[in-house]
């Protein structure tokens, strides 16, 4: 929009009573109505724009990727490089991704969905905006047409500012629910392919806050409180969908090794039960079938994991950690790689097994991850929720030294001086 439309448009929406009273109140409403409408537009033109741009970037990109293949004497890349321009010039959507495509054009898909998502947005930010000032800027022009009589368009505008009372309600509930956990949920592509921790580190002097490679998108159910230190678990649990998964998985069947370090505090000593486990961080939907679970079971700490070679009477490999000991933080660190699994507890090895469990991950899928509350029991039993507070979860593909564990455990401790 020029600026002086704006301005116009900012004056329509500010305009008082007084003023309206001393002019010809259908010529301002349509003035105002126009001004709407137009800046609704300059929106949406510069959101199409903006799209427009990174499917063009996207585009070159691939002309680039398909020259190499050319070159390489690889017509099968030259051919699905070529055929992916066609669709996206026929039909300029976001294309969708293909599992099976080659690494560089995937992470080039999942860079510009991740782009278009993030403009997507702020685009909805900007409507957002200009619809509450619509909202205030209605009150004098229904009061005015009241005072003069006309019924019909005070009650037109009554029935738009209800409706855009909701919609501002619904984005303003979107929001706070959003900014409970998400504001504790990082999102720099270049650390890990999962990552989730209490807004409470931003705050500690000379730690720099983790953060993941995606946008994570929470459900939560149940009764959980977003706290500083992280989420507290009352009665209930959080779930991340599938597919955010993919980025770790795909870093995992690549690298041949898998990393992960949680950190929680658990209000009682004795939750669960062996049959019953009480679930604090998963992967899948129940302990017994989970590519990665951190359950408490009466006492004690149970760790699974699932590889490509299971032991013979279970479909995942299970050890015990340790035995719960008060309700004092606990920082545990998982590494395995090529048959050697090494568990740290509280920045101190605790299990070492080497050539004992076997196997690598090519057998991990896209599952849920869950925390707080498994989304179901193996043998159909009541699901106990896990009663504590979360601290954090890192997830990668890769090692940590015994001198990373010590580091990260002693960063982890900052947190509640």
Known sequence: MRPAAFILWLSLCLWPLAWLQAQDVDTQYLKLQESYTQRVQDISQRHQKTQREYLNKFILALVRIEQGYRDDGELEGVILCRDLREQLLLNPEIPEIDPEAPEAISEMQKALLTK?????????????QVNFMLLNALEPYQKEYTRIGDEKKALEIQALKTVLAEDHASSEATARSTQTLSSNLSANPNIYPFAFEGAGYKNCRGVIARSCMIDLTPTVTGVIKSKPLGLKFINGGVTFPANECGPLLQDIA??????????????????????????????????????????????????????????????????????????????????????????????????????????????????????????????????????????????????????????NYNRFLLIFE
């Open 116 to 128: 278009m998502q993030e403009a997507t947005a702020e685009h909805q930010v900007e409507l957002d």
């Open 254 to 407: 690549r690298n041949r090794m898998f990393s992960a370090e949680i950190a929680f505090k658990p209000s009682f000593d004795l939750q669960g039960a062996p049959l019953n486990p009480v679930v604090i961080f998963q992967m899948g939907e129940s302990p017994d079938s989970a590519q990665f679970s951190l359950t408490m079971e009466g006492k004690e700490l149970y760790l699974y994991f699932m590889t490509d070679a299971p032991p013979h009477d279970r479909l995942n490999h299970r050890y015990l950690i340790d035995t719960i000991k008060g309700t004092s933080p606990i920082h545990i660190v998982v590494n395995y790689r090529s048959g050697e699994l090494t568990v740290y507890l509280n920045g101190t090895e605790s299990l070492q097994l080497r050539n004992e469990v076997k196997g690598a991950f090519s057998n991990w899928e896209e599952t849920p991850i869950i925390m707080g509350k498994a989304l179901s029991h193996h043998n159909g039993g009541f699901i106990l929720p896990f009663r504590g507070m979360l601290h954090h979860v890192y997830l990668k593909a890769g090692e940590l030294s015994s001198r990373q564990v010590t580091s």
